[in-house]
């Protein structure tokens, strides 16, 4: 035991001593309106909430840097593409997919120019930007009292069968406040006619905005009080994903990506639910039972997702695990010189998702897939189409949740001897690195066929992202982040690895050695090795809940609201993923009895009226604090 340890060790009994004795203060019901304080701890004041914070600070100054650093500031380049909600017809070229499109807005020369390629031939189509106007009754889809501005007509690009392209001055219309682009028929309104659709995401659209000199608009609508910012953007963001139903079968994006289950879930959660619960929704409603497979989905947590259309949605699917939606500010499609549509970024391969691909249309796409009353998928009918003030918000959610910047591991010592020489590996004999770069200081914008579908032959077939202009090519699946990995299984996109080991044990077998992308790779790594490397991403793990719970217990502890008792349950959950993802290995004790200390705090202050967590809290981060002592011998940085 270190000396600190010891330290705290000892004053830490009075402390447990009190709490304990409160609670049961508490259970025997101490008159209403008397407040339960611990006469030994010093109590923090409650500050009162600051102003609104920016609660995506890091993410958008992550963004903005790459997006200068890419030049997008001065030549911006966005994909267009088909989109199942919002898309008025489906037009295919000669090799059955629909087309790919992309236009730039030239700061330079105010000049607008887009190519579309793959489509059928003889199309006769124009441009148009379209910037959403809020209001009663209206929808994220182009409708009489929005903002259009024509920008001209395609013309055909000659020897290119299906290929066509624009090229206009727009002068100061290239400053026009774009929510999205669309490519019309020609002579129809954007309002009438849809043929390819791209949305600007929320962060374009701030960094376009602040460089004339403008706000983001205003916020309207419910905001939730139990997520950990004062930003009234992701509260609002917050509300809609927990809560709202978008009229449809009753599922809400949480009945998937729960808040306690680090924004995921798995079969063993699934089985605790009620019959009642909206996931099963399928199970009672004949209109909707061919929406899951019931089996796969209580059995091994796989949903179904028609991914390469809805034209045959009960044949023509697959079968794939959730993933969890944190740090999607580091894997999402930011300006990355992938000029064509649908960005290969969100979801397990990035196909299927709607217009561009991304996350701001990425949530319609989900409203459309899994919050459907019938299997026709009528928009408007089946389900309430979002407005762009919801896709803004939800957008704004899924960017504050999880990392908001890439972490130094280089520098980063864990004191597990298992974990430091599984950093080793990790960056040298395993290779990972050359793959899962959110490791190394790099944002992710990868994917690969490493051969993961074949472990599930049973599965209906899923060929992963299919061949896109970029040239990444059929059967490739993203590269996910790892920080969160282990206390998130089953991994990978079929849920065939039960847990970190196994994903680790993969990389040596022989279905990752001859599939395309490990035929490249001979990674050797004896039984112990394994371990050491799955050891390191469960301390990096447990580190980085260490830092989501202290966020949330910062926040309870500077905020009063009644939406601290849902953030301490949330905060309660991840301590307890930590506490497992170690001591499932055995690894680190002394950061497991630290962080036993902080979930027994944060329950004993769940139990207690807000107006006494403060110094709950105060406790708490103190034991966070000596937890992430235990797991690191040397971090510089002082991250997590
Ligand atoms: C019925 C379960 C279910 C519901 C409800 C659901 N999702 Fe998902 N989500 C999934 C599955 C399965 C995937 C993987 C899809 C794929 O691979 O294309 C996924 C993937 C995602 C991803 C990609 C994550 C990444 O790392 O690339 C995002 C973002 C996402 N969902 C957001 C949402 C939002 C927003 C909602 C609500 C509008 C929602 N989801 C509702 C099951 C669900
Ligand atoms: C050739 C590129 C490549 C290399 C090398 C690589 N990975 Fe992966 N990794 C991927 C891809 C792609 C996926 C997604 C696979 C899928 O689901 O089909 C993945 C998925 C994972 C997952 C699952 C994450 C989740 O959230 O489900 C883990 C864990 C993982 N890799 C760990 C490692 C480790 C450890 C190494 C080094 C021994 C490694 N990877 C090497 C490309 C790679």
Redesign the pocket.
């Known amino acids: 035991m270190r000396k600190t340890d010891a330290l705290l060790h000892n004053a830490r009994s009075p402390f447990f001593a009190v709490l304990a004795s409160m609670t049961v203060a508490a259970c025997g019901g101490a008159p209403a309106g008397t407040d339960i304080v611990p006469s030994e701890i010093n109590v923090a004041s409650s500050e009162a909430a600051a102003t609104t914070e920016d609660g995506l600070a890091d993410a958008y100054a992550t963004f903005k840097t790459a997006l200068i650093n890419d030049g997008f500031d001065q030549f911006f380049t966005m994909g267009i593409g088909f989109h199942p909600a919002l898309s008025t017809e489906k037009v295919v070229g000669a090799s059955g997919q629909t087309p790919s499109a992309a236009v730039t807005l030239d700061f330079t020369t105010t000049n607008v120019r887009s190519t579309i390629i793959g489509g059928p031939a003889n199309l006769q189509l124009d441009l148009w930007f379209v910037k959403n106007v809020a209001g009663s009754g209206r929808t994220v889809r182009p409708e009489t009292g929005d903002l259009l501005f024509k920008v001209g007509s395609f013309q055909p690009i000659s020897g290119e069968v299906g290929s066509y392209s624009i090229s206009k001055d727009v002068g100061t219309n290239i400053n026009f406040d774009l929510d999205m682009v669309v490519v019309t028929r020609r002579g129809q309104s954007p309002t009438a006619s849809r043929v390819l659709v791209g949305s600007r995401t929320l962060f374009e659209k701030r960094f376009f905005r602040e460089k004339l000199g403008k706000t983001l608009d205003p916020v309207t609508g419910t905001l939730a009080n139990n997520v950990e910012t004062t930003d009234a953007l992701v509260e609002r963001g917050a509300q809609l994903f927990f809560n709202e139903t978008f009229g449809g079968n009753g599922r809400t994006c949480g009945t998937c990506h729960r808040a306690e289950r680090s924004l995921t879930i798995d079969a063993a959660f699934i089985a605790t639910l009620p019959q009642s619960d909206p996931l099963f929704v399928f199970e009672t409603n004949p209109a909707l039972a061919q929406l899951e497979d019931s089996t796969l989905l209580r059995q091994r947590g796989l949903i179904r997702e028609n991914l390469d259309g809805f034209e045959d949605p009960t044949h023509k699917f697959v079968e794939r695990?959730i993933?969890?939606t944190l740090s999607l500010s580091l894997t999402d499609g930011r300006p990355n010189g992938i000029e064509f549509s649908p960005q290969l970024q969100l979801g397990?391969s990035g196909d299927g998702a709607p217009g561009r691909g991304t996350l701001n249309e990425f949530s319609f796409g989900a409203i459309f897939q899994h919050f459907t009353k019938t299997l026709s998928r009528r928009p408007g009918v089946d389900f309430r189409i979002p407005t762009q003030e919801e896709l803004d918000s939800l957008e704004a959610f899924q960017m504050f949740t999880g990392r908001q910047k890439t972490n130094n591991i280089d520098n980063l010592v864990p004191r597990e001897a298992r974990a430091s020489n599984g950093k080793a590996?990790?960056f040298n004999q395993?290779?990972?690195q050359?793959?899962?770069n959110d490791l190394a200081s790099t944002t992710i914008d990868?994917?690969?066929?490493?051969g993961?579908?074949n472990l599930t032959p049973e599965l209906p077939v899923d060929d992963?992202a299919a061949e896109d202009p970029g040239g990444r090519g059929q059967g490739?699946?993203?590269?996910?982040?790892?920080l969160?990995?282990a206390d998130?299984?089953?991994?990978?996109?079929?849920n065939?690895?039960a847990d970190?080991e196994a994903?680790?044990a993969?990389?040596v077998s022989d279905t990752f050695r001859n599939s395309p992308?490990?035929a490249?790779?001979n990674?050797v790594?004896t039984a112990s090795q394994q371990t050491d490397?799955?050891a390191f991403?469960r301390v990096l793990n447990a580190a980085e809940n260490v830092r989501q719970v202290r966020k949330r217990v910062d926040f309870v502890r500077t905020h009063r609201s009644s939406g601290n008792t849902s953030l301490l349950t949330a905060a309660i959950a991840d301590t307890g993923d930590a506490i497992n993802v170690l001591s499932a290995k055995g690894l680190n004790a002394a950061a497991v009895s630290e962080l036993r200390d902080v979930k027994q705090t944060l329950e004993i202050a769940k139990g207690n009226a807000d107006a006494n967590r403060p110094s709950f809290m105060q406790h708490a981060l103190t034991f966070l604090n000596l937890a992430k002592g235990e797991l690191f011998s040397a971090n510089p940085d002082n991250q997590f």
Do not use: K
């Open positions: 695990g993933p969890h397990w590996l990790f395993g290779q990972c050359a793959c899962h990868n994917n690969f066929d490493t993961v579908r992963g490739t699946f993203n590269v996910p982040p790892l969160e990995a998130t299984a089953p991994l990978f996109h079929n065939a690895a970190i994903a680790v993969f990389y992308a490990g490249g790779f990674i790594l490397l799955a991403l």
